[in-house]
């Protein structure tokens, strides 16, 4: 959807800063800060970037280990194995494939230091029973809510709620930049910290606003920072996340009511949204009963022309996740889910074709018993 990207990022450039932290990422960040409640927002240029940034501030030492799904993008993982921490894999819940809060506990050692919780397609993880076990056993709480941008939880906006947050802005999400994400502390301990992280390991934030009368070498740290022209166009898109995720959901409940009578004859399964959840219909997926019939779907579905893609490799299955990481327990949910699930497409514009889909897919499977 396009609203005043090219005119904003027209504006940056005649303002002169195509630099960072300039008016357009301040915009961004305050409107980040506002609709998720957090402390303080920072813009990346990329989730795996705020993920690495969380993993900076955590301290974490080589052999702390990390709680997380197995069952989620590479850089949930590589952002803390990057620190030598070891990422822990649990399985996940059956109903909406998040991390399954009732296995955590079990998982918990003297090394472990933080829970990395993923929001699958922008549906909350059980936050309020996970911070409660964090809490309990001294551990921090990091969302990576890559897909979950405008989602609430419990009427709290998801990446308002761990100690520390990650939004992706990729062009794969509802709200883009192209490449972008953003930090969300939540937590007041790392505010100062997450700064001089940001940039370069100096104090260069609160020389720009008059704490310190020159800006110099003060801790760890990277380039973070996107640029201006990323945040003029993401701060038109943020303007308009609210009609996006509307958009969203109505192709997303559209595929829902169409595929009810297919689940009711044990075809497939649709995803499932607790109560408590307010989704952002960043994604919308059907669960078929094994993976050869997903993979005769997913060839059924390319003969008409339809593209449909399945993911995650599991983590733990992955031959870098072998090498770096270990597993609590057996990752059954997990793995079963990966062989099984398909997702259909989903984007703005799709109105108009989203009746040749659930025909396609109707054909592909209507005739399944
Ligand atoms: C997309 C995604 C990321 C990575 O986001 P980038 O902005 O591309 O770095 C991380 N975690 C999850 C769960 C994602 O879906």
Same mark, same amino acid.
């Given at each position: 959807?396009?609203?005043?990207?090219?005119?904003?990022?027209?504006?940056?450039?005649?303002?002169?800063?195509?630099?960072?932290?300039?008016?357009?990422?301040?915009?961004?960040?305050?409107?980040?800060?506002?609709?998720?409640?957090?402390?303080?927002?920072?813009?990346?240029?990329?989730?795996?970037?705020?993920?690495?940034?969380?993993?900076?501030?955590?301290?974490?030492?080589?052999?702390?280990?990390?709680?997380?799904?197995?069952?989620?993008?590479?850089?949930?993982?590589?952002?803390?194995?990057?620190?030598?921490?070891?990422?822990?894999?649990?399985?996940?819940?059956?109903?909406?494939?998040?991390?399954?809060?009732?296995?955590?506990?079990?998982?918990?050692?003297?090394?472990?230091?933080?829970?990395?919780?993923?929001?699958?397609?922008?549906?909350?993880?059980?936050?309020?029973?996970?911070?409660?076990?964090?809490?309990?056993?001294?551990?921090?709480?990091?969302?990576?809510?890559?897909?979950?941008?405008?989602?609430?939880?419990?009427?709290?906006?998801?990446?308002?709620?761990?100690?520390?947050?990650?939004?992706?802005?990729?062009?794969?999400?509802?709200?883009?930049?192209?490449?972008?994400?953003?930090?969300?502390?939540?937590?007041?301990?790392?505010?100062?910290?997450?700064?001089?992280?940001?940039?370069?390991?100096?104090?260069?934030?609160?020389?720009?606003?008059?704490?310190?009368?020159?800006?110099?070498?003060?801790?760890?740290?990277?380039?973070?920072?996107?640029?201006?022209?990323?945040?003029?166009?993401?701060?038109?898109?943020?303007?308009? +996340?609210?009609?996006?995720?509307? %958009?969203?959901?109505?192709?997303? $409940?559209?595929?829902? &009511?169409?595929? *009810?009578? /297919?689940? @009711?004859?044990?075809?497939?399964?649709?995803?499932?949204?607790?109560?408590?959840?307010?989704?952002?219909?960043?994604?919308?997926?059907?669960?078929?009963?094994?993976?050869?019939?997903?993979?005769?779907?997913?060839?059924?579905?390319?003969?008409?022309?339809?593209?449909?893609?399945?993911?995650?490799?599991?983590?733990?299955?992955?031959? +870098?996740?072998?090498?770096?990481? %270990?597993?609590?327990?057996?990752? $059954?949910?997990?793995? &079963?889910?990966? *062989?099984? /699930?398909? @997702?259909?497409?989903?984007?703005?514009?799709?109105?108009?074709?989203?009746?040749?889909?659930?025909?396609?897919?109707?054909?592909?499977?209507?005739?399944?018993?």
């Amino acid at each position: 959807m396009c609203g005043s990207e090219l005119a904003y990022i027209r504006q940056a450039h005649a303002h002169g800063q195509l630099a960072g932290n300039g008016p357009f990422t301040r915009d961004c960040q305050q409107w980040l800060q506002r609709s998720t409640g957090c402390r303080k927002a920072l813009l990346t240029h990329s989730c795996t970037a705020a993920l690495e940034m969380a993993a900076l501030l955590l301290d974490l030492q080589p052999g702390d280990e990390v709680i997380m799904p197995s069952y989620t993008f590479v850089s949930t993982a590589n952002a803390f194995v990057l620190r030598g921490a070891v990422p822990v894999f649990v399985d996940i819940r059956q109903d909406t494939l998040n991390l399954d809060e009732g296995l955590i506990e079990g998982a918990i050692t003297a090394r472990t230091k933080a829970i990395v919780v993923v929001h699958y397609a922008g549906v909350a993880c059980a936050m309020d029973a996970i911070m409660a076990i964090a809490e309990r056993h001294g551990l921090m709480v990091i969302e990576d809510a890559a897909q979950a941008v405008m989602s609430r939880y419990r009427d709290r906006a998801l990446g308002g709620i761990g100690h520390l947050s990650a939004f992706s802005f990729h062009e794969t999400k509802n709200v883009i930049a192209g490449e972008g994400g953003a930090l969300l502390i939540n937590d007041d301990r790392f505010v100062e910290r997450a700064e001089i992280v940001w940039e370069k390991g100096t104090d260069r934030s609160r020389f720009f606003r008059g704490e310190v009368d020159k800006y110099t070498w003060v801790d760890v740290g990277s380039s973070y920072l996107p640029g201006e022209l990323i945040a003029a166009f993401l701060w038109a898109q943020l303007q308009q +996340a609210e009609t996006i995720t509307q %958009r969203r959901l109505a192709i997303w $409940t559209r595929y829902h &009511e169409a595929f *009810a009578p /297919l689940e @009711r004859r044990g075809v497939l399964r649709r995803p499932r949204v607790p109560a408590d959840c307010q989704h952002n219909a960043h994604m919308y997926y059907l669960l078929l009963r094994d993976q050869a019939r997903r993979d005769a779907f997913i060839a059924a579905m390319r003969d008409c022309g339809i593209m449909c893609v399945f993911h995650y490799v599991p983590l733990h299955t992955a031959p +870098a996740g072998r090498r770096f990481c %270990r597993t609590h327990g057996r990752l $059954t949910v997990t793995e &079963e889910s990966a *062989a099984r /699930l398909v @997702r259909l497409p989903l984007w703005l514009g799709l109105e108009e074709v989203q009746e040749r889909v659930i025909d396609g897919v109707w054909r592909a499977l209507g005739g399944c018993m």
